[in-house]
């Protein structure tokens, strides 16, 4: 630590994200920090982040505080200003209908949304609010906050019951609340928002969907709207335009139109069920990835879903995830569903002795894990409560970290080129908060730096974005519609290794700590799968479609030749449409089941000793030499190519 100064009574520090210090005032704001680095800045200033949260800009800092000033056109003030159009649309809400009461409105991913109970409306009534919002905004009302006592905010809150109930937690812990008003309208809220309503750009209301109070289903169903808002119309239509698109490929019609996988009231929320035909897609994943880490020296480990609550104590997750974790007793002993399979691996290192010569250990799993979602945010595969992550960890000398990482980031490369997915890195570093020496960090971000210099690769540093026990690199990558995804990481982890005591011997004799790397190529197969659904609308490439050829016999006089075909091509996913039915039916039923080709055999083919080829795109050869089509069709799979190509 630098030499510590002696404390003026009235002025603390606050840090910069550059690292620097800044001296303030003792009641100094968000803002007032914003104008002593610069009058500019002061005016930009839209919110601010204390230590990572999203605030106000009227919020005192304190010392120590990291501090961000978030400004105009940044993501953060997205969020601000769609925040700010939440309470329009409650605003517009309450001069619509009479009555009605209020719940929470926050700002989500991609807009927002706002609760209310009491309120009878149906889709064809958001564009009369979609008027108001816009009339509420083309106002320009001033959105002014003002801090009022406990008393005072229950006595405005008076018929506002769940407001009264967010109140009352609140009033635990503090003697002021916030509200924000704007025109005749007001709202408890503890901000941030935009300075007037002029500022929120266009606002589009969505849909309409039902919600549990605090989203547990013992608590009143009320009424959601969803909306969004952006700063200009053209960024609205291409949000509109790529949401129209998602809605075609969405994978939970195609998932079941293909047979992939149910999710059923009887077998529970979030708990996906494979069909023969989604695990065979699944499968494929699989064996893919395990050819990889077999290549990469990765040993499979197995470990059980279930571990008593001890391990979890341990590994430090029942403190940190217990509220996300399914935890239940057996007796004396309380036991937990896993949510994450590292644990299990780092008990599994522990068990043996090791000397620097065995180093580095990998181990793989695809381990299936828990999480405790809200019911009322799960969705298809994409929100679940069970998932399994193709999960590898490593246990390496730290001088070692480099070597793996390199192999690692070859993987993740290798898996996203093979479904034509354009990707971005980011290396997040060291936070304030953080366990490990000044050493084992220093040492760990440079060789995570060297490997991606090495690369040539353009990457984002995220600096202090790190978790608090290691730097990362992180993978987003882009589908079909251009939506953005994460999922592949390499994460180092120096807290690990000190919680389970791991050791290894060193060439000096000495016992030494080595560091874990967690790592994931896919991330969760739930949510990979239903990426690839959708970024290739269920028209899955050879390698992985779960039916890849069909023969279909002209007639009844072909069903012997047809099925000496399919045995011909038994190496591959083959059925025979052997139903009593048109060939024109045939067709259009192995083009509907997104086969991704069909061999016909009539009696010219069956004289010939051919076939005739037709892919899923309706384009047909004749006069098909058995042997070439078989040729092709083993190299276009081995080669995992991304879409049938024989009639290209
Ligand atoms: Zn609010
Ligand atoms: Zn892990």
Redesign the pocket.
Known sequence: MSESEPESQESITVVLPDGSELEVPEDATVEDCAYEIGPGLGRDTVAGKLDGELVAKEEPVYDGVELEIVTEGSEESLRVMR?SA??CLAQAVERHYDDVELAI?PPTDDGFYYDFDNLDVDEEDLAALEGEIEEIVDADYEIEREDVSIEEAEERLADEPYKLELLEEFADENDTVSF?KQGEWE?L?A?P?VDSTGEIGVVSLLEIAGAYWRGDEENTMQTRIYGTAFEDESDLEEFIEQRREAAERDHRRIGSEMNLFSIQDVTGPGLPLYHPPGKTVLKELESFVETLNHDAGYEYVETPHVFKTDLWHRSGHYENYEDDMFIFDVGDDEFGLKPMNCPGHAAIFQDQSWSYRDLPIRYAENGKVYRKEQRGELSGLSRVWAFTIDDGHLFVRPEGIEREVETIMDMIVDVLETFDLDYEMALATRPEKSVGSDEIWNQAESQLESVLEKRDLEYDLEEGDGAFYGPKIDFAFEDAIGRSWDGPTVQLDFNMPERFDLTYVGEDNEEHRPVMIHRALYGSYERFFMMLIEHYEGNFPLWLAPEQVRVLPISDANLEYASEIADRFDEFRVEVDDRDSTLERKIRAAHDDRVPYQIIVGDNEQEAGNISVRDRFEDQEYDVSIDDFQDHLEAERDEKRTEPDFLQ
Do not use: K, L, N, T
Request: glycine share 22%.
């Open positions: 925040h939440s309470h409105g924000y709202d809220c901000g928002h």
